[in-house]
């Protein structure tokens, strides 16, 4: 990859880090989720754990599952991670590949739409149908949250978030692959952790050990995406979700 497109990459990178750590921001000044915010992340990591079950039994995808359930679209406070990004950023435009970037890049991206998509989920659900996340959790279930769903009438970024998984996937990847790449993050343990850097250091060596470990990832990506339609698709069609989904 040339300077310029390294350069082009580089600045994409700093604007998605920039609006990750706004959607963040809010989140690690009230030190915690919200009650709603928890109920529907629960709800939701529930939902993936038993869509993917079958892989998360399996040795070779199961760090994989755990890396896109956790580190990619799961409920945690990532404004660690992005604070750590933001002080080594020039640094790393210096040391790592385009590629290596261009992964993390679109981790960022991912976790991004996924905050922006999840928030307007939740306040379809509160204000449209009425959910009382701490009085009356149990009352989030599939058919409220499917109509929620329909509500945001957003079904061509959801289409961009399941896309978005594949890529970041396909991406990792290619990168876990460059003996090079690896190796730079090993050597780099240490002093990331003395710097301060521990948790972006331990984000990125749990993304590629994951692909790493899992080999070839068509088979993994594929039923990701192939999964995740199916359920958005019956979601919109008004119909039940697919059995072979495991959804309660």
Known sequence: MTAAKKK?????FRLLLEETSRLTRSRADSGELGVGEKLL????????TSTYSDLSAQKRYRKA???FLTDLYGPLDFSQRDDDIKRVYPLMVNVLSADAIDSLGKGLELNSMSITLDTQLLEA???????????????LDYEMYAD???ACDNYDERVRQIDLMVEVGESLEHVSRK???LTAVKVARKP???AGFGELQSFIERGLAAF???GSANEFLATLHSREMRLLDAIYACKPPPKALNIC
């Open 65 to 67: 599952v755990d890396f």
């Open 41 to 48: 992340a629960q709800w939701q990591c529930a939902r993936l």
């Open 212 to 214: 790493r470990a899992m």
């Open 125 to 139: 659900l509160e204000n449209e149908f009425g959910l009382d996340a701490e009085h009356e959790p149990g009352a």
């Open 192 to 194: 990331a952790q003395l």
């Open 148 to 150: 929620a769903y329909r």
């Open 179 to 181: 003996r090079l790449i």
């Open 8 to 12: 082009s990459v580089a600045k994409r």
